[in-house]
């Protein structure tokens, strides 16, 4: 009935690591590890989601606008809308989706 996951603080430090933690009808739950001056590439969210910095410092780029994410940090942003992250460090962070 109850479950513990390790799958964050065992997630390595090697470029993009996504790791699915959940999946339900009505969200997911992605943890990203991304290591320093690692690039997510540009992609979009098929729903409306949510960024929650775990460690380290992130930049989230999102139609012509930067946006410095460090750790504890949240930030929404809207489905269909094309972005990217760079890590100015080793940094996770989670995607609720």
């Known amino acids: 009935m109850y479950t513990v996951n390790n799958t ?3 997630q390595k430090f090697d470029k993009l690591q996504v790791q ?3 999946k339900t009808d009505a969200y997911d739950i992605l943890s990203i590890c991304l290591e320093k001056d690692s690039v997510f590439p540009e992609h979009i969210s098929p729903t409306d989601a949510h960024l929650i910095v ?4 992130i930049e989230f780029h ?6 410095r994410l ?19 460090e080793n940094s996770k962070f ?3 989706r």
């Open 20 to 22: 699915k933690l959940l």
């Open 94 to 96: 989670l995607i609720i």
């Open 62 to 67: 999102i139609e012509d606008e930067l946006y």
């Open 54 to 57: 775990l460690e380290g410092e």
């Open 70 to 88: 460090k750790a504890q940090q949240y930030f929404s942003f809207p489905r269909q809308v094309p972005h990217w992250v760079k890590a100015n």
């Open 8 to 10: 964050i603080p065992s």
